[in-house]
């Protein structure tokens, strides 16, 4: 599985954007699909996730309410979007897939895509 991320950018505060993750590949395999992001000296967190059967989604209290993700499984393709950004929400961002194989789990990483919310 290869994931490629895009839409990342220099936003003003309460501004928005959209990520997008392209996943090619074994994506049959894909199981669920998250957003993390990582903030120079911080620990890399979980912003969003999202399952590709049901759709079941789950968000990070900081972001709850303002972002929103999304999937595409015709296009092979996860969404998230991001209103009211603050400047805090500046970070690298990154696509996650969580693939199986029979009983075996891998997981997937996108190259990243830096957001940067200016106040």
């Known amino acids: 599985v290869q994931l490629a991320e895009s839409g990342g950018g220099l936003v003003q505060a309460g501004g928005s954007l959209r990520l997008s993750c392209a996943a090619s590949g074994s994506t049959r395999s894909i199981k669920a699909m998250d957003w993390y992001r990582q903030a120079p000296g911080k620990q890399r967190e979980m912003v969003a996730s999202?399952?590709?059967?049901?759709?079941?989604?789950n968000y990070a209290d900081s972001v709850q309410g303002r972002f929103t993700i999304s999937r595409d499984n015709a296009k092979n393709t996860m969404y998230l979007q991001m209103d009211s950004l603050k400047p805090e929400d500046s970070a690298v961002y990154y696509c996650?897939?969580?693939?199986?194989?029979?009983?075996?789990?891998?997981?997937?990483w996108g190259q990243g895509t830096q957001v940067t919310v200016s106040s």
């Open positions: 999202i399952t590709t059967d049901a759709g079941s989604t």
């Open positions: 996650h897939a969580e693939a199986w194989y029979i009983t075996s789990r891998f997981d997937y």
